[in-house]
């Protein structure tokens, strides 16, 4: 047979030295003209002379095979839900692109989208409304781009373009992904088809570039991220670029988060009780502050300390100490025979807890505390 055509290239080499070959992989046409995957292994066939006669092989249909092989690899690097590139295949992309970056010496980008007010969607209409709007983000995201580019999900709402082979200076390299992202903030703002109802979803863009090996993959990601959540910040819908102030603002918040663990495994924090008192400046009560003296950092401004406790959710953790510690000053205060009424705030997200008044009450009784003499204060941020 003419195995020369018949072979990839790579296999011809070892057809054209006569010798055996096993497990030859090559698609075939079927008589109905479909076409199927076959394992071919031969061995060659001489003549009394010695003289090269051909092939004597078997073959057998591993089309079965060759799906299942396929399917396996779309588990493993794409995205079920969407058909786009998951993290492990972005991952694997952007590592080719940042080599390719520093051969060309080029700029690329990446641009990280997280859909605003996605949960809500999930939360009012169901999650077969969620997925179905996600799956129509993937096509317009797709529409925006090259086909050299890529657009990947990575999970939830959240999806990332990376832009390759931009241009060889950093402010037109800067200004290309900017247009890119311009195009995806039109995109997603027009109107959604969701089971023959309009629906408005708008995303909000970071944006980070990158170049040679200058960071690493993990670090372009975070990058992207920081400045998804500044365009968040900024009133969402809307576009922003990677800043390195907004980096070291980013460090010094999680060393700071790390210090409020240790804080609080360490017994660093502390009640100070201010008075309250009515106009005729009699005092009524005392209201519960939260004070920390880091034993490096030294006294820690609330103004500091809590914004990122909150931002973390150690802020529960911080007001189940407070409500507690409060409960024994007052049980203590009373069996001195002077009871005083003291008041705790309540973060936002304490007050979102469904068990909060059975915390309160179970503190109550931990402590032998009258609940006369609580009062719970809801915060500005909570309004």
Sequence with gaps: FPYTTLFRSSHRAVLEAHENFHDFEMQRSRSDGSLMWVSISGAPIFDSQGVFAGYRGTGREISARKQAEADI???????????LPNRRLLIDRLNQAIASSARRGSFGALLFIDLDNFKML????????????????????GECVRAIDT??????????????????????????????????????????????????????????????????????????DLAMYQAKAAGRNTLRFFDPVMQAAASQRAALEADIRLGLDRNEFMLHYQPVVDENSRMTGVEALLRWHDSILGDVSPARSIPV?????LILPLSDWVLETACTQI??????????HVAVNI??????????????????????AQARWLGIEITESVA
């Design 73 to 83: 690899e779309r588990l493993a690097f794409f995205d079920v839900l969407t058909g």
């Design 122 to 141: 999930n939360d009012t209409l169901g999650h077969q409304m969620g997925d179905a709007l996600l799956k129509q983000v993937a096509q317009r995201l």
């Design 151 to 224: 657009v990947a999900r990575l999970g939830g709402d959240e999806f990332v373009v990376m832009l390759e082979e931009l241009s060889e200076t950093q402010a037109l390299a800067a200004a290309q992904a900017e247009l890119v992202g311009k195009k995806i903030l039109t995109a997603l703002n027009q109107y959604f088809e969701l089971d023959g109802q309009q629906h408005h979803s708008s995303p909000s863009i970071g944006v980070t570039l990158f170049y040679d090996h200058q960071q690493t993959v993990d670090e372009l990601l975070q990058r992207a």
């Design 309 to 313: 406790a909150e931002a973390t959710g």
């Design 331 to 340: 049980a203590a205060w009373t069996a001195m025979g002077t009871p005083v």
């Design 347 to 368: 973060s936002a997200q304490q007050f979102g807890q469904r068990n909060l008044a059975a915390k309160v009450l179970a503190a109550l009784e931990r402590t032998g």
